[in-house]
């Protein structure tokens, strides 16, 4: 008499079924979502990688066609002058910082040196300046960059020439202005 189970057991055999389908329904969505989500992320992750690529080339242009020739053109007066100036630009880093190294220094042993520097900030896609400066004998070792971030619009001839003259000024009349929170840049108005 075991006729009578049988319906029975075909019952749970039925519901063991079900119940095992949707079981490999939830986890082919949850598959389908990892998925998805994985997807999601390498495309952002990609896009992410192409902005940081094009903002190395942005900053590698305003360093060569905006930086590098005002940098140069303070050279070439200090030269005049008779003082020493150098910009340095690793031309093989598109991303790398650019330099202007200035020594007033005398024969009387007044020491005035220093350096402007532009970077370039990988994570914010901006430019920072920072200077370090020798002045009477007060001097900091390392480059100290203000707060100020510029976006790549605002990298223009006259906020690089304004910068790098004001800084030039400072070493002149002996500042040591590294930790000096004043404003670097005033716009001109007409």
Known sequence: MRFPRQPRMLQLLAKNSQEAEMAYERLDEALRQLKTDRERAEATENQQKKAGAEAI???????????????????????????????????????????????????????????????FNSDEHTCEFGKSTTANNASTIQIVFDDKHHEFEEMTEDLVREIAEQFVLDLIAGNSSVGRQAPLYRPRTA
């Not at 050279?75 to 630009?89: H, I, S």
């Not at 031309?91 to 330099?99: C, E, F, K, V, W």
């Not at 200035?102 to 532009?118: K, Y």
């Open 57 to 119: 080339i942005r900053f590698a242009r305003i360093k060569s066609a905006v930086i590098g020739p005002i940098f140069d053109e303070v050279v070439a007066r200090l030269a005049a002058e008779g003082f020493f100036g150098e910009t340095v630009d690793k031309q093989n880093d598109a991303s790398g910082p650019i330099s202007l190294n200035v020594n007033l220094s005398e024969d009387d042993g007044l020491s005035r040196q220093g350096t402007l520097q532009v970077r």
